[in-house]
T-cell receptor, first 111, second 111 residues
């Protein structure tokens, strides 16, 4: 089955700087890669996703890049703000199958 | 739309007791799943269903049963609660190759 590894497990960034979280996956059949943000005590919420037919997707300060050859994808957050502090999860799925999640990255934005 | 709903929000059980966590969605999603999230850890798949009458095991199915008699409902049953099942439980639903919507979670403590 699919295996997703996520790094780093914790990340502290000065407010205004950029943050990058990286994930690798094992199943070459995976073609859907979402990223979720989870605030303390809340449910995970989708922030951005990418499919294997594109290499990059942006939504305001958030971007995701995908390298199918190397089987890795990354989340980029620019101009970080205090409200970006949360736990971020990546995931992968071969389309019509279950999602496999990474172990999460706790991002702390330092004012 | 209410989205994905879960009841109860909090529950305390004694070892050996049984109970059912309820999950319902009103988005006509075929795919539903149950995850558990332990402190500082990611989301681990317990059971999932690809449609009414069809269920399958995830990564950590032992001690849990599920059924899917309708598209809307996907209850999770704890057969004989153990302290190791203390966790936060999330139900989720989605359509194929689409984003997964999470319920608000059930915080379960087994004494």
């Amino acid at each position: 089955g699919e295996n997703v590894e996520q790094h780093p497990s914790t990340l502290s960034v000065q407010e205004g700087d950029s943050a990058v979280i990286k994930c690798t996956y094992s199943d070459s059949a995976s073609n859907y890669f979402p990223w979720y943000k989870q605030e303390l005590g809340k449910r995970p919420q989708l922030i951005i996703d990418i499919r294997s037919n594109v290499g990059e997707k942006k939504d305001q300060r958030i971007a995701v890049t995908l390298n199918k050859t190397a089987k890795h994808f990354s989340l980029h957050i620019t101009e970080t703000q205090p409200e970006d502090s949360a736990v971020y999860f990546c995931a992968a799925s071969p389309g019509n199958e279950k999602l496999t999640f990474g172990t999460g990255t706790r991002l702390t934005i330092i004012p | 739309n209410a989205g994905v709903t879960q009841t109860p929000k909090f529950q305390v059980l004694k070892t050996g007791q049984s109970m059912t966590l309820q999950c319902a969605q009103d988005m006509n999603h075929e795919y539903m799943s149950w995850y558990r999230q332990d402190p500082g850890m990611g989301l681990r798949l317990i059971h999932y269903s690809v449609g009414a009458g069809i269920t399958d095991q995830g990564e950590v199915p032992n001690g849990y049963n599920v059924s899917r008699s309708t598209t809307e409902d996907f209850p999770l049953r704890l057969l004989s609660a153990a302290p190791s099942q203390t966790s936060v439980y999330f139900c989720a639903s989605r359509n194929w190759s689409d984003r997964e919507f999470f319920g608000p979670g059930t915080r379960l403590t087994v004494l």
